[in-house]
C-alpha cells in the first residue's frame, strides 16, 4: 500500500522559509518519479518540482531559484526547501510518486499515480 505524508507546512511571512518533508512507503524508493505540486483555493493544480531516479531534477518557473527539492532514498524521504517566499505562494503543497518511467518534467508531477494528503502554507505580507 503506497503512503504518502507530508508535513513542514506552517504560516511565514514574505521572504521566510520552510522545509516540507514527505515520507514515502509502498513505492520502491530509489526507482520511483518524486515531486511537488500545490493548488490555491479557485485555482489549478499546478505542478512545480520534480526528481528522478538519479537525481535529476525540474521546477516550474515559478519556483526555480527559490526552491530545492531533494530526495533520501536511504530514509524514504521526499524534501522540498523554500526560501524567499511569496504571498503568490500561498497553497496547499501535495507530494508526488510515479513508479515510471516518465519524463523527469515538472509539469507531470499533476498526473502523477500516488498523491498525499497535503500541507498548508500560507505567506504574509
Known amino acids: 500500500q503506497v503512503q504518502l505524508v507530508e508535513s513542514g ?7 521566510g522559509s520552510l522545509r ?30 520534480c526528481i528522478d531516479t538519479f537525481g535529476i531534477t525540474s521546477y516550474a518557473d515559478s519556483v526555480k531559484g527559490r526552491f530545492t527539492i531533494s530526495r533520501d532514498d536511504s530514509k ?9 517566499l511569496k504571498p503568490e505562494d500561498t497553497a496547499t503543497y501535495y507530494c508526488a510518486a510515479d513508479p515510471g518511467p516518465t519524463y523527469t518534467d515538472y509539469e507531470r508531477v499533476r498526473e502523477y499515480m500516488f498523491a498525499g494528503q497535503g500541507t498548508q502554507v500560507t505567506v504574509s505580507i
Open 9 to 15: 507546512g506552517g504560516s511565514v511571512q514574505a521572504g
Open 20 to 49: 516540507l518533508s514527505c515520507a514515502v512507503s509502498g513505492v520502491t524508493g530509489s526507482s520511483a518519479y518524486l515531486g511537488w505540486y500545490r493548488q490555491a483555493p479557485g485555482k489549478a493544480r499546478e505542478g512545480i518540482a
Open 76 to 84: 524514504n524521504i521526499l524534501y522540498l526547501q523554500m526560501n524567499s
